[in-house]
Nanobody, 125 residues
């Protein structure tokens, strides 16, 4: 099992930037695909981005492509989500998650076994 703790959320104006961090504990962190999800009030949790174990492969939902960048530092057991050109519709609780897979890049929340507690991102217009 991997314990995950997100940080870096906050209130930002539209067009601004934030960097979310996800600190992981556990020896197997560097083995797995890691992902970011988000959940807005009254909506289902949705996939945002994923990154493979080495960081060489990434995958994004269409609405964040070109604005968000996922990265990881396995030496620090940390995954990041750099968010630029933020929009009010990006407002949500953002969750970091560990995939059940080593190589498969999946968008399904059911395929992720460990989750953080979430960090709130609010984008004002």
């Amino acid at each position: 099992q991997v314990q995950l703790v997100e940080s870096g959320g906050g209130l930002v104006q539209a067009g601004g930037s934030l960097r979310l961090s996800c600190a992981a504990s556990g020896r197997t962190f560097s083995t797995y695909v890691m992902g970011w999800f988000r959940q807005a009030p009254g909506k289902e949790r949705e996939f945002v981005a994923a990154i493979n174990w080495s960081g060489a492969n990434t995958y994004y939902r269409d609405s964040v492509k070109g604005r968000f960048t996922i990265s990881r530092d396995n030496a620090k057991n940390t995954v990041y989500l750099h968010m630029n050109s933020l929009k009010p519709e990006d407002t949500a609780v953002y969750y970091c998650a560990r995939s059940n897979y080593i190589t498969t890049m999946t968008m399904s929340a059911d395929e992720y076994g460990d989750w953080g507690q979430g960090t709130q991102v609010t984008v004002s217009s």
